[in-house]
């Protein structure tokens, strides 16, 4: 008899390790380098490359894959070549983010981070950045915070706050859809965030909260929220998730017919996630930051049909456009100001308009000076199961200015404080 | 309030089914090779991913039916090269092998179908709720009940009444024995591991229909169908059945009443088996 016949014996010590080492799998992930040669300009990308975010902090990677070639291909900044440095911070574990922050500003030397879908991530590496002098641009966190009670002289920010996007969705849905509304929302700052500022509307124009459900980021059944929230009988369920979570959330309130009995809405929606959904549930209300299907708008073409060619011919999301906008904010200002000064760069952002083949938008799209938040539009609008072409899977009933719903700078919390 | 709760347990019951099935799978290796494959979740992926890919050809149902085979049959090549060297060696080795299989699967998944979300349908009919006054009863739930009850009752029949599971049940008690009896323990344990394979590329095609398809669909699945193996004892295969709708059920009463902690008490729930009852609630003193 061979000896491979018997089994050494596992023990529940052995399978709790495995358990043990298994979780640590969902929270380490190798690090992602795309180092492109030699160094002059180095722009650090601290993103979330795995997990539940992956896609669209992978998207935003591309986004600004593509600014980068750009750049280079228009000179560069200051005359000298530009690379991106990419490092995964996984989607959920802020200390990785943070540690990936040091290395790209310590060990790296980079010039810019560019960071994160992540709010709560945001919120940290501004810390970092804020403390070591190097300039940050915000691509994808939302919650206020970024831009308001945690802003710094350093960070700006791309994407819109929670407020601007839940201000620019409340009054359609009050006036449409009815008063009573129930939130099912992501237990971290981002839902936390969104879900005030609908409480805030709410308040205003005199509906009722029925209930609200926090859900654990990365959770995979919704079930026991979706019950919750059919007991509750709202006129509007409103999901405020992102990523994974958003596509399984809507797959499984339709299964449970919840879009017959309630209207469905939320506030941020992407295409990202619509994309993953089966027709049927392509649904709701809800407000995209930017849209790929613009035919009036200058320049969007061209930026649709370079993406495509690094997409394997898929047309760019609103993620795709923050990486590529704030990647080409600083090199615009970079070369402007002559210089890689951290301080003189931020302050000339402050009031910086970004020029149409960057902004890629029908409005005046610009930084705001009291809070760095960028003031771009915002489109409010419905998913559809089937559009024009198999990608149009949004139709935009309204375009609304940032500056007309994001609060006064006042109401923001945000105090700027520059280094002496 | 009840009846909140009250759907909360029949939904859990439905949730846990589902876990069991995975976990059915996982226990069934673990028995008989003594490998604790972490690439279950890979596995559970690409039966999710091939169906996709069958869908067009053969429909939802053909796909149900061949997509599970498949990635047994792949599950089956993987044990003859990679994991059978390894048997009679530190389960580490095996862990390890599989830890590392678990990523290769993950990111291959990845490059052949992308990072992107893909949107698997399931048929119309299964997507609405059955009954207006038992809300929690939609078509897909209790299909995949149905499907759970019967993959479950024919593994048992299978176990139980035939020779071939008479030789798995025997085999897992005493390997030596069963090979000392004439029984090619090599073609035994590759057949269990692609049965304990193609209970996840079915649990796959279930998971694909309720959870957006994506590279990492079974990572986050795996874990839950661990703690059902260890509440319901390293062994114990009705144990693992009760572990797994165990679980579903306090999850689900959770969220009723504090649902940031739906997550978080199956863990809970596993420490205090493991206080009070070290082998699990069916596992055999002394085995494990």
Known sequence: ?420 | MTQLILYNVFNGLIIGAFYALMALGLSLILNLSGVINFAHGGFLAIGAYFAFALIPFVGFWGALLIAPILTALLGGVIERILIRPLYGRDPLYGLLLTFGLAFIIEDGTRKIWGPQTLPFSVPEWMSTPLSANYFFLTGYRLFMVALVTVAVIVLFVVLNRTRLGMRIRAGTLDLETVSVLGVNVRILRSVNFGLGIYLAGLAGVLAAGMLGLQPTIGTDLIMPSFVAIIVGGLGSLPGTLVGGLLIGVASGVTSVFFPSASEAVIYIMMGLVLLVRPRGLFGEEGRF
């Not at chain 1, 993953?276 to 200058?298: C, K, M, S, T």
């Open chain 1, 1 to 420: 008899m061979s000896e491979d016949i018997i089994n050494r014996p596992v023990g529940r010590r052995r399978v709790l390790q495995a358990g043990l080492a298994i979780g640590a799998m969902q929270v380490t992930s190798p690090f992602v380098v795309k180092a492109l040669g030699e160094v002059p300009v180095k722009i650090g990308m601290d993103n979330t490359f795995t997990g539940t975010y992956a896609e669209l902090g992978r998207n935003e990677q591309m986004g600004s894959e593509l600014a980068v070639q750009e750049i280079n291909k228009k000179g560069g900044i200051l005359g000298r070549p530009v690379v991106l440095l990419s490092e995964d911070s996984t989607s959920a574990d802020t200390g990785t983010a943070v540690q990936k922050a040091h290395k790209l500003i310590e060990r790296d030397k980079v010039s810019l981070v560019l960071d994160s879908v992540n709010s709560a991530m945001a919120l940290a590496i501004g810390e970092v950045t804020a403390q070591a002098g190097v300039m940050n641009i915000v691509t994808g966190g939302h919650t206020d915070a970024v831009t308001g009670t945690d802003c710094h002289w350093n960070v700006f920010r791309i994407c819109n706050t929670t407020r601007m996007e839940t201000n620019s969705m409340s009054k359609l849905l009050f006036d449409k859809f009815g008063k009573k509304w129930y939130f099912i929302t992501p237990d971290y700052a981002f839902g936390h965030t969104l879900q005030q500022g609908f409480e805030a509307s709410l308040k205003k124009f005199g509906g009722t909260e029925v209930g609200a459900s926090l859900t654990p980021l990365g959770t995979t059944d919704f079930s026991s929220y979706l019950i919750k929230a059919q007991a509750a009988n709202p006129d509007v369920i409103i999901f405020l998730h992102a990523g994974q979570d958003m596509i399984n959330a809507l797959k499984q309130a339709v299964q449970f017919g919840l879009d017959k009995r309630f209207h469905i809405a939320g506030a941020q929606q992407e295409l990202e996630a619509l994309n993953g959904l089966p027709p049927n549930a392509r649904i709701g209300n809800w407000v995209f930051e930017w849209y790929w299907n613009q035919p009036n708008v200058p320049h969007v073409k061209e930026f649709v049909a370079a993406i495509r060619k690094l997409n394997n011919g898929k047309v760019p999301t609103a993620r795709h456009w923050f990486g590529y906008a704030a990647t080409w904010t600083y090199a615009l200002i970079a070369n402007e100001k002559k210089t890689l000064d951290a301080r003189v760069l931020a302050k000339g952002l402050e009031g910086f308009t970004l020029p149409p083949e960057v902004a890629l938008m029908p409005d005046k799209v610009f930084f705001r000076a009291g809070d760095h938040q960028l003031m771009p539009n915002l489109y409010i609008g419905h998913a559809v199961a089937h559009g024009s072409v198999p990608e149009d899977l949004f139709h935009v009933d309204q375009v609304v200015k940032g500056i007309d719903v994001a609060p006064p700078v006042s109401e923001t919390g945000c105090h700027i404080k520059w280094p002496a």
